[in-house]
């Protein structure tokens, strides 16, 4: 069996250890999975962003290399379609959130598209939860000043350390 056709079946069957072991024992694997995530149905998708993310474990440098594309794709200038990037990127937050460091200035303008916002909006929330200390408070900030209150997950919210703060609207 092929390795694409062992990532889809990996992908379909939704099981996290057999996709563990094939992006861990099978780097090119993830370039398949990470091609499921343009799928049409969610729940492929959402799979497929997770083998992503679980192959930061044992190539962590692919996996910054897949981000630092992501962003690229999500440039206006890329004349590509990146509307699942986020949810991508949001996998890979979960697992190993310190590999969009380095992406974070880009994130943060990124985030002002109203197409991306929400996506990366949560996605830098969760770094900046779990990424303690100076980065944390510096990626609050850098999202109150994008982003702020436009999410509309949270309308009426802050966000300051990573935790939510509620805000008085002034007429």
């Given at each position: 069996?092929?390795?694409?056709?062992r990532t889809h079946t990996a992908v379909r069957n939704g099981s996290e250890d057999e996709l563990e072991r094939l992006v861990s024992?099978?780097?090119g694997a993830v370039r398949h999975a990470l091609g499921l995530t343009y799928h049409e149905e969610r729940g492929i998708r959402k799979q497929a962003a997770r083998a992503v993310a679980l192959a930061s474990r044992r190539h962590p440098a692919m996996v910054q290399n897949i981000?630092?594309?992501?962003?690229?794709?999500?440039?206006?200038?890329?004349g590509t379609n990146a509307a699942t990037?986020?949810?991508v990127l949001q996998a890979i937050a979960d697992e190993r959130p310190?590999?969009?460091?380095?992406?974070?200035p880009d994130l943060v303008r990124l985030s002002a598209d109203p197409e991306l916002r929400e996506g990366?909006?949560?996605a830098l929330r969760t770094v900046s939860r779990r990424c303690p200390g100076e980065i944390g408070r510096q990626l609050a900030g850098s999202l109150n000043e994008r982003i702020g209150s436009s999410v509309s997950e949270h309308p009426?919210?802050?966000?300051?350390?990573?935790?939510?703060q509620g805000r008085r609207h002034r007429a």
């Open positions: 069996m092929s390795l694409k056709t024992e099978e780097p981000i630092r594309r992501l962003v690229w794709a999500m440039n206006d200038e890329s990037a986020p949810e310190e590999l969009l460091l380095p992406m974070l990366l909006a949560a009426n919210r802050r966000y300051d350390d990573g935790n939510v």
